[in-house]
């Protein structure tokens, strides 16, 4: 079964343009869920979509947004970029819900803005 | 405001002794409690997990212990190997469908 995967694995933009990530998640699960990921900070939740749905949100500004396709793919967006976005965001992807679920992780998007 | 935390940034173990994390959360609501390892350039992996109605959850070399009355937990991991050299992070969520909150991970060294 092929894992989770994530595209593009880097990427480097410069302050107020806007990025899209995107999420493929493994197959046949229906909960996708964002963190951003800095040094000291740890995983920070973003959001969780769920039949493409958004079913939980984080404590980040409106600059980031997501959404999910009808086969479980995700993407997430972020416009006006400033330096603090600069980050590793990571997918995971799990069957229903995440809290007591194992979610299972891509490999991320390196983000860095200058 | 950190709901989890995990007040070693680092951690060095022996190979063969045993390694112990800590974890403290301030949400008496958190239900599910779980511990994932990252490894450089990779995405988390899960590793072991606890509900509240249990104080103590064993696979293999890894144990993690609940207590509810302190707001605390712990992975132990015994005999710690090299290969266990790796951030691991502590995370908790209400309910089965509420947003999984992390601790800000611990980076475990193993000696050889």
């Known amino acids: 079964k092929a894992g989770v995967t994530q595209t593009p694995r880097y990427l480097i933009k410069t302050r107020g343009q806007q990025v899209t990530l995107s999420c493929s998640p493994i197959?046949?699960?229906?909960?996708v869920s964002w963190y951003q990921q800095t040094p000291g900070q740890g995983l920070q939740f973003l959001f969780e979509y769920f039949s493409e749905t958004q079913r939980n949100k984080g404590n980040f500004p409106g600059r980031f947004s997501g959404r999910q396709f009808s086969n479980s793919r995700s993407e997430m967006n972020v416009s006006t970029l400033e330096l603090g976005d600069s980050a590793l965001y990571l997918c995971?992807?799990?069957?229903?819900?995440?809290?007591?679920?194992?979610?299972?992780f891509g490999p991320g998007t390196r983000l860095t803005v200058l | 405001d950190q709901q989890v935390k995990q007040n070693s940034p680092s951690l060095s173990v022996q190979e063969g002794r045993i390694s112990i994390l800590n974890c403290d959360y301030t949400n008496s609501m958190f239900d599910y409690f779980l511990w994932y390892k990252k490894y450089p350039a990779e995405g988390p992996t899960f590793l072991i997990s606890i509900s509240s109605i249990k104080d103590k959850n064993e696979d293999g070399r890894f144990t993690v212990f609940l207590n509810k009355s302190a707001k605390h937990l712990s992975l132990h991991i015994v005999p710690s190997q090299p290969g266990d050299s790796a951030v691991y992070f502590c995370a908790a969520a209400k309910t089965s469908y509420d947003k999984v909150i992390f601790g800000p991970g611990t980076s475990l060294s193993v000696i050889p």
């Open positions: 995971a992807s799990s069957l229903y819900g995440t809290g007591d679920n194992e979610q299972f």
């Open positions: 197959s046949g699960h229906r909960s």
